[in-house]
């Protein structure tokens, strides 16, 4: 078999026609910033001597180059084309290997879906389970990708000063879980050098810093405020909040609406939104009157089954072509494209929702 060297039938140079002849073109960092523009494309091609292999030495410098300025490039995330992931479990005749949760944060992109309000929280979530059990099992690209998505949510909240108790918890648990992982350093528990978590265990706690100093100010204008509504406005705007914890911090604003926080039927509608009929019946809580408590009823029974999670907009799982992807609602609407390349005959009936937990799960072999 003849041998296949580099000649000028090579695909991917460039060629310029000279007096002398056809000469080859180098580009040299390019997409490395204006530092790299000092090179002189004519020197490289001069006729002399001292010049004649100066094109393959610095072609070497400067993938050397570009190669350092990504690895070193902190604040940048992997970006993919396609905005969805193959699930594979195990090896087949087609495909070898299988899929691991680090893949899947890398491909898809979390660092837009943060800016989409209907996906704050879910991202917000996904990142606390994996901060309390799944930080250990991610590679160093997907751990480094983790923090950089993880600092975009830090600096989100505080620039709209919006859901600052959901992130004040995801911190929380994220530096208990350092504080004890940085402890078994010596069991490789992860990956990367102990200065690097020392250093972003500290990052942490100047996020919390931020976040507890956080002071929403109050908008000081003739405009219609939440108190001048009606009572029975008022009463609907509560009934529409699936959160305890703000419905307790609503009410502390007037005292109508405190009053409104502490009826009853709010606190049942409550109950029976999260909870099964049969997990209530196994909690009843009577007060001093004979009545049921549903407010004390909730709390008891959040500490024993979990609360029902509700999202604007979730990753969707394809039955059948196993792939998981976000799901583009304006494509879906426009070009009626399911937002992966699915090869069933009705894509939607194949859709399910993918909840945070679920997430998890399907990277767990």
């Given at each position: 078999m003849p041998f296949?060297?580099?000649?000028?039938?090579?695909?991917?140079?460039?060629?310029?026609?000279?007096?002398?002849?056809w000469k080859r073109i180098e580009f040299f960092g390019h997409n490395l910033g204006e530092n790299n523009n000092d090179i002189d494309l004519e020197e490289l091609c001069d006729d002399n001597k001292e010049n004649l292999f100066v094109g393959d030495m610095f072609e070497g410098a400067a993938k050397k180059r570009k190669k350092d300025f990504y690895n070193n490039?902190?604040?940048?995330?992997?970006?993919?084309?396609?905005?969805?992931?193959?699930?594979?479990?195990?090896?087949?005749?087609?495909?070898?290997?299988?899929?691991?949760l680090g893949e899947a944060f890398n491909r898809l992109d979390f660092s837009s879906a943060i800016q989409d309000i209907r996906r704050f929280n879910y991202v917000a979530k996904l990142l606390q389970l994996i901060a309390r059990s799944q930080l250990p099992s991610l590679s160093g690209a997907a751990q480094k990708n983790y923090f950089n998505v993880l600092e975009k949510i830090v600096r989100k909240v505080l620039e709209d000063q919006q859901n600052p108790r959901l992130?004040?918890?995801?911190?929380?648990?994220?530096?208990?879980?350092?504080?004890?992982?940085?402890?078994?350093?010596?069991?490789?528990?992860?990956?990367g050098n102990i200065n690097i978590w020392v250093c972003r265990l500290e990052t942490i706690l100047?996020?919390?810093?931020q976040l507890s100093n956080l002071q929403i100010p109050r908008q000081l204008s003739n405009r219609m405020t939440l108190s001048d509504l009606p009572l029975h406005m008022q009463s609907?705007?509560?009934?529409?909040?699936?959160?305890?914890?703000?419905?307790?911090?609503?009410?502390?604003?007037?005292p109508t609406l405190h009053m409104l926080s502490e009826d009853w039927h709010l606190w049942k509608k409550l109950c029976q939104f999260h909870?099964?009929?049969?997990?209530?019946?196994?909690?009843?809580?009577?007060?001093?009157?004979?009545?049921?408590?549903?407010k004390l009823m909730y709390f008891t029974l959040q500490k024993y089954h979990p609360k029902r999670e509700q999202y604007g907009d979730t990753l969707h799982f394809c039955r059948h072509c196993s792939i998981?992807?976000?799901?583009?609602?304006?494509?879906?609407?426009?070009?009626?494209?399911?937002?992966?390349?699915?090869?069933?005959?009705?894509?939607?009936?194949?859709?399910?929702?993918?909840?945070?937990?679920h997430f998890i799960d399907l990277f767990k072999f």
């Open positions: 296949l060297g580099q000649d000028w039938r090579s695909p991917g140079w460039s060629w310029i026609k000279t007096e002398d002849g490039n902190t604040k940048s995330q992997f970006v993919y084309k396609e905005k969805w992931i193959y699930v594979q479990k195990e090896s087949t005749r087609e495909r070898h290997g299988y899929c691991t992130i004040k918890e995801l911190l929380q648990d994220l530096s208990s879980t350092l504080c004890i992982l940085t402890r078994g350093m010596g069991k490789s528990v992860l990956v100047n996020w919390q810093q609907n705007i509560l009934y529409k909040f699936s959160d305890a914890c703000d419905i307790i911090n609503l009410g502390q604003a007037t909870f099964t009929e049969k997990q209530v019946c196994g909690h009843v809580i009577l007060s001093e009157r004979g009545h049921l408590d549903w998981l992807f976000w799901k583009d609602r304006h494509l879906a609407l426009v070009f009626k494209d399911s937002g992966h390349p699915c090869t069933a005959n009705d894509p939607d009936n194949c859709l399910m929702p993918v909840s945070p937990q």
